[in-house]
């Protein structure tokens, strides 16, 4: 069996985290849920781990990593940074963390359909033809071209 994990790596702040984190949390643990229903039929399990940063870390905060690799590694996406009032009342100072530029639109969580994406790259998965509806996976390489898969 194949087996995907995705580290969250967020801000902790006497079990505490910010708003941005915890939304990203939130996309993640239902995207592994239906990754896993998904594609459990391919022999494939999908888990998720979270390593918890103090302050010192606050820039890796808000970041996934599949299987190793950073999720800016394996979509088009580039890492930026705004103003962030939650981490600010976590932190007590000014506090600018992290956001994501994905599909021409600013996110300061990252979104579902990202996680699901590079998941799928990570695992060498391709979805269907474009013209089908993109929430459905079609195992690697079977070729269905009319939208049904074999």
């Not at 949390?25 to 999908?46: D, F, H, M, S, Y």
Request: hydrophobic share 30%; proline share 3%; charged share 25%.
């Amino acid at each position: 069996m194949k087996k995907l994990i995705i580290e969250w790596r967020h801000l902790d702040v006497e079990g505490e985290t910010c708003n941005r984190c915890y939304d990203t949390g939130e996309n993640l643990n239902a995207e592994v849920k239906r990754l896993n229903r998904t594609l459990a039929p391919e022999g494939i399990t999908v888990e998720w781990t979270e390593t918890k940063l103090d302050l010192s870390k606050i820039l890796e905060s808000n970041s996934l990593y599949f299987n190793g690799a950073p999720i800016e590694e394996l979509l088009n996406i580039q890492i930026s940074e705004s103003y962030c009032e939650s981490c600010t009342d976590l932190c007590g100072d000014d506090t600018y963390c992290r956001t994501v530029l994905y599909e021409g639109q600013e996110y300061e969580d990252i979104p579902a359909k990202a996680i699901r994406e590079a998941a799928l790259i990570a695992m060498s998965i391709k979805t269907k033809t474009p013209a089908t509806d993109s929430n459905d996976l079609a195992p690697s390489g079977c070729g269905c071209s009319n939208g049904s898969c074999c």
